[in-house]
């Protein structure tokens, strides 16, 4: 065969294909959490460790570009202070030596106009770090739903982070990242669990751009220090793409009180036109990278003449 010919069939069942320099929502080493267990170690590569000047570990977020982080607004109160912030990435353990991580600095946050609070909605950041990381196995980005993806009630889901244990009970030991497995819970489901009269009688509505995830019955959840971490889940193919960002709850693992997360999909125009490479996948992902697929090996047996 024609060395030449042998090159355009494999640009033509990759790049056709929709591969991308660096793809995200993949785990290569990988098959605040209360309930949680271990993750293992490079299993969630796109997670970022945000530390606040002597206040160590304040926050949580995500790798979704070279150089951008996705978190929560209210991980920074003042704007004007991101130099102060330090973030890790490829971390696995809080209080103890990382081998693969690496350090970096921040020079802009970007947040949604008329940001007020977390209860109020539009609890998300876009962080652009200094100078870009550097990817391997253990340093990856996180897929991005487009506008409109819609996760269904029951969908299993791990939300990852270095957040408290029990309330008011800090991770303890070497700080292992912890991981835990819990299911979306429909907006309406929720906003009735969070209308339950309990232990916390602040009651709050649920915006459309939220999302829940846990447990009716509690036991399992974010939790403080969580806070801008990832909600993230399964796309099929081995794929990771993020629903949620931690954004707030009444208590931790609470009876009637899950988790309440920033919707990345309603923020996709925001995303777009900050960070031109993050990568965000729909539902026909998977179909349209399959049919480009055909149509680039199509392509190479003409060349072929076959």
């Known amino acids: 065969m024609n060395p030449g010919i042998q090159v355009l069939i494999v640009l033509a069942a990759t790049s056709l294909g929709g591969c991308r ?10 098959n605040r959490i209360v309930g949680g267990i271990d993750a293992p170690d490079g299993a969630w590569p796109w997670q970022v460790d945000i530390h606040l000047g002597s206040s160590g570990h304040v926050c949580g977020g995500t790798l979704i570009a070279s150089n951008w982080v996705l978190s929560a607004a209210h991980c920074f109160p003042k704007i004007s202070e991101i130099y102060s912030y330090s973030f890790y990435v490829g971390r696995h353990k809080l209080n103890s030596y990382n081998q693969y991580e690496s350090h970096h600095s921040a020079i802009r946050v970007v947040v949604p106009p008329d940001y007020m609070d977390p ?75 969070y209308k339950v009269q309990s232990y916390y009688s602040e009651t709050v509505d649920i915006l459309p751009d939220m999302i829940c995830a846990g447990f009716k019955d509690g ?19 081995r794929t990771w793409v993020q629903a949620g960002v931690v954004s707030f709850g009444l208590g931790c693992a609470q009876p009637n009180r899950p988790g309440v997360y920033t919707k990345v999909s309603a923020f996709t125009d925001l995303i777009k036109s900050t960070v031109s490479n993050a990568q965000l996948i729909g539902g026909g992902f998977q179909r349209e990278a399959n049919e480009a697929l055909v149509l680039g090996y199509s392509l190479a047996l003409v060349l072929l003449g076959r």
């Open 119 to 193: 209860q109020t909605g539009r609890d998300l950041a876009l962080v652009q770090l200094a100078e870009p990381v550097t990817w391997s196995v253990r340093v990856q980005p996180i897929c991005l739903p487009v506008s409109g993806m819609a996760f269904t009630e029951g969908t299993l889901c791990h939300v990852t982070g270095w957040g408290d244990t029990q309330e008011g009970v800090s991770l303890s030991g070497v700080g292992t990242l912890q991981q835990v497995k819990i299911p979306i819970i429909e907006q309406n489901s929720c906003n009735s669990m």
């Open 219 to 237: 036991g399992k959840d974010s939790c403080q220090g969580d806070s801008g971490g990832p909600l993230v889940c399964p796309a099929g193919n």
């Open 21 to 30: 320099a660096q793809e995200c929502g993949k785990a290569p080493l990988g």
